[in-house]
């Protein structure tokens, strides 16, 4: 499991370990029932504070992405398809938002942004 951290980032470390594990678990690198390094572990590895590492943990976990077994660890829990279905509803959301910026940009109207939409569902 790789987690990177950028300490000039505006999201709080937590949240950066959080949105990475979660990112490798919808993506498919974490698999079910896999193991997740123990709290104390990843805090290690990544020169972090052991409660920085139980806040994300504990995130994760609250959202069903993971569970924990007392005294075997921590693990990727079962893809909830309703759960992944309503992240990629937040992304697609997320990149139409960018989207209509763009377009205010340039002046373009909502039909010629369905119309484009249309014209890229055809070629498929």
Known sequence: ML???NNKN??????????QIKSQI???TLEEDSPLPSIRSL??????SVITT?????????DGFIYTVAGKGTFVAKKNTELLREENLKQIEAHFEEIIKLAD???LKKNDIIEMIE??????
Request: net charge negative; hydrophobic share 30%.
């Open 105 to 107: 940009s340039c002046n």
């Open 26 to 28: 919808i993506s498919g």
């Open 3 to 5: 987690i990177l951290l």
């Open 10 to 19: 505006s999201v709080p470390i937590y949240g950066q370990i959080y949105s």
């Open 119 to 124: 014209t890229l569902y055809q070629e498929d």
């Open 43 to 48: 805090a290690k590895d990544l020169r972090i």
């Open 54 to 62: 139980k806040r994300a943990y504990d995130e994760l976990e609250h």
